[in-house]
């Protein structure tokens, strides 16, 4: 076997072990939710009305869905790697921009709560 053979699987095996360790790691989080160790309640919740945000979700079911992607094309880069050519993956346009529009809706519904009128926040209190 050549060195650079050797090189190319060790940092396949190396982005494998890694995308283990960020499964398990996903898994132990859902684990300890879902048994109540982990409070959630106020977690997709607004700071006004303390009812859901389609806001808080959106972000983040996106941030969650774009950093499995990127991770996919973590995996894709590495299995391509030799010891000559091996570089981190370049992130498609379309994921920041993505990711960006989810951000600002979450920020501009929450600055829109903060300057919710006192009557309105005091419905909703």
Same mark, same amino acid.
């Not at 898994?27 to 389609?54: C, H, M, P």
């Not at 981190?88 to 809706?105: E, R």
């Given at each position: 076997?050549?060195?650079?053979?050797?090189i190319?699987?060790?940092?396949?095996?190396?982005?494998?072990?890694?995308?283990?360790?960020?499964?398990?790691i996903?898994?132990?989080?859902?684990?300890?939710?879902?048994?109540?160790? @982990?409070?959630?309640?106020? +977690?997709?919740?607004? &700071?006004? %009305?303390?009812?859901?945000?389609? /806001?808080?979700?959106? $972000?983040?079911?996106?941030?969650?869905?774009?950093?499995?992607s990127?991770?996919?094309?973590?995996?894709?880069?590495?299995?391509?790697?030799?010891?000559?050519?091996?570089t981190?993956?370049? @992130?498609?346009?379309?994921? +920041?921009?993505?990711? &960006?529009? %989810?951000?600002?809706?979450?920020? /501009?519904?929450?600055? $829109?709560?903060?300057?919710?009128?006192?009557?309105?926040?005091?419905?909703?209190?």
């Amino acid at each position: 076997m050549s060195t650079s053979l050797q090189i190319g699987e060790l940092s396949g095996l190396l982005a494998v072990g890694a995308g283990v360790a960020l499964l398990a790691i996903a898994f132990t989080i859902a684990y300890r939710i879902a048994v109540g160790s @982990i409070d959630v309640n106020t +977690l997709l919740k607004d &700071g006004i %009305s303390r009812q859901a945000s389609t /806001a808080r979700f959106q $972000l983040l079911v996106f941030s969650f869905a774009i950093a499995f992607s990127y991770l996919i094309f973590l995996l894709k880069a590495a299995s391509l790697c030799t010891a000559s050519s091996c570089t981190m993956p370049d @992130i498609p346009w379309s994921l +920041l921009s993505l990711l &960006g529009v %989810s951000a600002a809706t979450y920020a /501009a519904g929450k600055k $829109l709560d903060e300057t919710a009128p006192p009557y309105q926040r005091a419905q909703h209190a």
